[in-house]
């Protein structure tokens, strides 16, 4: 098992270890006085794995509970939200008391939001599921649901107690999630990692699976420890995010995947980076190179002026510019602010 620590206002560790599910129980009893565990998680991956957490901590001497919603970003609402605390209020949790989220990225950033703010705010433990909520969601502390307005726009900083990831679990996710997973992979290779993205190049992420998840969270863990509340460095998680955003939002959110929208902003940002100068020659092809060994797309078929006027709104969006995050080469990146009467030249529309 590997450890990686968190030095965020409230510390926590991040477990990584093949099996380590049916040890939640042992793991989890130290960290908290309570007697009731609340086990969240979606209609996809409760059947799976429930029954194996909730063992683990009745075996450790915890009260549990389980509580399951309809698998999708669709229940990532409100209302999921309130149906939870009734059921945390019917199972008699308290302030001392603590939510398991099990699932991908959906289960933590609802659950996480409901820990949040159940009770003005009680423990809760990540067990992330997916490779994006292993690699990205289940750390940092973002909670959040989406308003019918948009995504995310309501949520809450709340550390998890601990994330416990069992690099085993991906073996039921359907490859469509793990692809979109590596998107984000990607990115890290990208911003901070050369070592990262030259192995994602020599070998197959699956064969090397720990050691990804283990370079993607020691990345996510330094940027985050320097930047707990997102006001700074924490913005170059949004490599590729920025035109991604504005793909999905384009897209309607359906047929383009997050991880596949942030792959194709990525490329296509790093194209224009390079033809202007400010990334080194040959970045765009070994990214792009990259991006199509793992199935995931370097392009869009919408014009770019389209995917431009999208950006406005981002929520990165400052002022009158946007800061985008460039690449000045593999395993190394920077924010610059492109103001808005810049843009069309920029981007060359
Ligand atoms: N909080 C953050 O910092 C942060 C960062 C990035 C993304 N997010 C959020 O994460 C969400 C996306 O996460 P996601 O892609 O994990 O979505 P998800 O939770 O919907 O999981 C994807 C799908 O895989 C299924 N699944 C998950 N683990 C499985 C397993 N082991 N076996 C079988 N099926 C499994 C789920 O049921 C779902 O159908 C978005 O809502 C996004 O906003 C949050
Ligand atoms: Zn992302």
Known sequence: M????????????ILIGHGILDEAGKLIRPLTKGIRAAVVSDTNVAPIYAERVIASLEKA??????????????????????????HLY?????????????GGGVTGDMAGFAAATYLRGIDFVQIPTSLLAQVDSSVGGKTAVDLPSGKNLVGAFWQPSLVIIDPETLNTL??????????????????????LFERLESENARDMIDDVIFECVSVKRDVVEHDERDTGERAILNFGHTLGHALEKL??????SHGEAVAAGAAILTRVSES??????????????????????TKSELPLAEIIAATRGDKKSTGKGINFVFLDKIGSCFIKKIEIADMGSFFGI
């Open 2 to 13: 590997k450890t990686i620590h968190v030095g965020t206002g409230r510390s926590y560790d």
């Open 61 to 86: 001497g915890f009260e549990t509970s389980l509580f399951v919603f309809e698998a999708g970003e669709g229940s990532k609402r409100l209302a999921t939200v309130e149906k939870l605390y009734s």
């Open 90 to 102: 019917k199972n008699d949790l308290t302030r001392t008391d603590i939510i398991i989220a099990l």
């Open 174 to 195: 359907p490859e469509k999630f793990f692809r979109d997973g590596l998107g984000e992979v990607v990115k890290y290779g990208c911003i901070r990692s050369l070592s």
């Open 251 to 256: 897209h309607n959110y359906e047929g383009l």
């Open 276 to 297: 202007s100068g400010l990334t080194e020659k040959g970045t765009s092809q070994r990214l792009e190179a990259l991006l199509e060994k793992y199935g995931l797309p």
